[in-house]
């Protein structure tokens, strides 16, 4: 039998454990923020590496001022935005379908869609560059969105949250005599909303933080987004090696979603454990 | 039965919208590709612009290629190496954050927070990281009695482990909240029962939590590899794949026959053996778990 003590003890150590690896798992971040905040004119050398004279926001500014990163964000915004109007839709109409109908062709359909899991986009990149070339969307924000319009994992999840709510509760709406889209806004959501919940947050983090794509797909800082604006900011050739500067046109880039992150911290871990993502 | 047998179109016209976009890009994009790889269609050589019908040369001259079958090799090092230990040690941050701490919320955040960053990010971060000399990652190595190369990304020998640590830094905390939610869905009577009857903290993992988290380590597992194939962010930032190919993967090496070499019918012929890998290796995952169950 353990006694209060060890037991107490116990708990100490674990906690100490567990500080020392978040703090080690952090150091990257916070190091890169340290540095974003020195001086320009105060590079870091063997032995200073933490901080400088002063803190400073002149390398946000300065970052700002080199490239176009306020056109980045709004590029961003708005196909971040774009996928995830369009897939609450698609997903919602379609996993309704899958949970509440039985119709011919019904797995055949489920499968094929599902493919998308195990086919992931990106692997299609050559074939979906021809084809967004024959459509006439090359470098256009519309480009980088279209292939993410119709969510396998989204229609999945959602099929999921649906096949869970209460029979007796779906048998009841039918006796009112509600119609599919009353079933579908006053029975099957309200139930599966920390499942949709979950779903966008992974989708807005997915796309805001997608570089590959979108690289292929545009070329002018009109259509571009933070990521590829950011890979283009550290390959200019007046940067170099300005890690200050660097760094802090890299927290611009992961900044907003990390805030939305922070504001949302505690909805979006619950939400992860209510779907069936566990 | 509330479950509508129906013969409407209903189901068919909620379907169609997902069904058209996952048709258009990814069903038509794999026929598409295994169908032009069968020709040879380079559009930086003027007499080789127009696709011609070659059979499987382009998988043979792939096969053939030293290159090609350096990135093979370097592709399954990236995999093997990236996902068993981001998956092993999330587990653990799991098992280390599911109990009571003090400020536990921040420790989460802590581990979690790479999960938020853009690949793009974490990459330029770890470059400032990795910078020799002054980095912080070579003056911690050198406190610790480290004296080999300082230069990581410009190392042939260690380009391939220092983006395989990016990836691995990035994505156990992602890993870990799956884990994480699958062990606060467990049954506390079970455990209770079990420290009643004696068991020690490793007779508890290995028969209790193990088993009941089989279904949350095959759902990670997957999206775990098919995470590995698909993301090279960090390599366009770090190594561009470089020194020498020595970091180059499937994916990288596709963008860049594709997009470099200009060769589409090469392109085509990677990108269905990458989907061959991608399928092979989901369906043995799944039968193999299914397996298990059964015994």
Request: charged residues 10%.
């Amino acid at each position: 039998m353990e006694t209060k003590a060890t037991s107490r003890l116990q708990r100490w150590l674990w906690t100490l454990i567990a500080w020392g690896l978040a703090a080690l798992w952090a150091v990257p971040v916070l190091w890169a923020f340290a540095a974003s905040l020195r001086p320009a004119d105060e590079p870091i050398k063997r032995g200073d590496v933490w901080f400088g004279s002063t803190l400073t926001v002149e390398n946000y500014s300065r970052a700002w001022s080199l490239a176009p990163f306020g056109q980045y964000y709004l590029n961003t915004f708005a196909m971040v935005g774009m996928i995830l109007g369009v897939q609450i839709i698609t997903i919602t109409l379609a996993a309704f379908a899958f949970a509440h109908y039985r119709f011919k062709g019904r797995k055949l359909l489920l499968y094929l869609i599902l493919l998308q899991l195990m086919i992931p986009t990106t692997a299609l990149l050559v074939p979906n560059f021809a084809t967004i070339r024959s459509m006439g969307l090359y470098d256009t924000i519309f480009a980088i969105a279209i292939p993410y319009f119709g969510s396998a994992f989204g229609t999945f999840l959602m099929r999921q949250a649906f096949l869970e709510v209460p029979r007796d509760l779906v048998d009841a709406g039918i006796m009112d005599g509600c119609s599919w889209w009353q079933l579908l806004r006053y029975v099957y959501l309200p139930p599966s909303m920390p499942t949709l919940t979950a779903f966008a947050l992974s989708s807005v983090s997915w796309h805001w933080n997608e570089f590959l794509w979108p690289l292929i797909v545009t070329k002018s800082d009109a259509a571009r987004p933070l990521t590829a604006g950011l890979v283009r900011f550290t390959q200019l050739g007046e940067i170099g090696a300005q890690w200050s500067l660097l760094s802090a046109a890299t927290l611009l880039v992961a900044g907003p979603l990390f805030l939305l992150f922070l504001i949302f911290q505690r909805r979006f871990i619950e939400s992860f454990v209510h779907s069936g993502l566990k | 039965m509330s479950t509508r047998r129906t013969r409407s179109l209903v189901p068919y016209l909620l379907i169609l919208p997902t069904f058209v976009f996952v048709a258009a890009f990814t069903i038509w994009p794999t026929i598409n590709a295994i169908y032009t790889s069968f020709f040879r269609q380079r559009l930086n050589v003027a007499r080789f612009r127009e696709p011609t019908f070659i059979g499987v040369e382009n998988y043979v001259k792939l096969f053939h290629d030293p290159r090609f079958l350096n990135v093979l090799r370097n592709t399954f090092i990236y995999v093997l190496g990236t996902v068993p230990a981001s998956i092993i040690v999330a587990f653990l941050f799991a098992w280390l954050v599911n109990r009571k701490i003090k400020g536990v919320g921040w420790v989460r955040l802590g581990i979690f927070h790479p999960t938020i960053l853009p690949m793009v990010s974490a990459a330029t971060i770890w470059m400032f990281f990795f910078t020799p000399d002054y980095g912080l990652f070579n003056t911690t190595l050198s406190r610790l009695g480290y004296q080999g190369p300082q230069n990581w990304t410009g190392n042939p020998h260690l380009a391939l482990l220092a983006v395989m640590i990016v990836a691995f830094w990035k994505n156990a905390g992602y890993y870990m909240i799956f884990y994480l939610a699958g062990l606060q869905g467990l049954p506390h009577d079970v455990f209770e029962a079990a420290v009643l009857d004696g068991a020690t903290t490793w007779q508890q993992l290995r028969y209790i939590t193990f088993p009941l988290l089989r279904r949350t380590t095959l759902f990670v597992t997957t999206i775990a590899f098919i995470g590995a194939f698909q993301t090279v962010d960090h390599i366009f930032v770090l190594t561009q794949g470089g020194p020498s190919g020595a970091s180059t993967v499937l994916l990288y090496y596709l963008w860049q026959i594709r997009f470099e070499y200009q060769d589409v019918g090469k392109a085509s012929a990677i990108t269905v053996i990458l989907i061959a890998l991608l399928l092979i290796f989901t369906v043995s995952n799944f039968m193999l778990s299914e397996r298990k169950e059964e015994a």
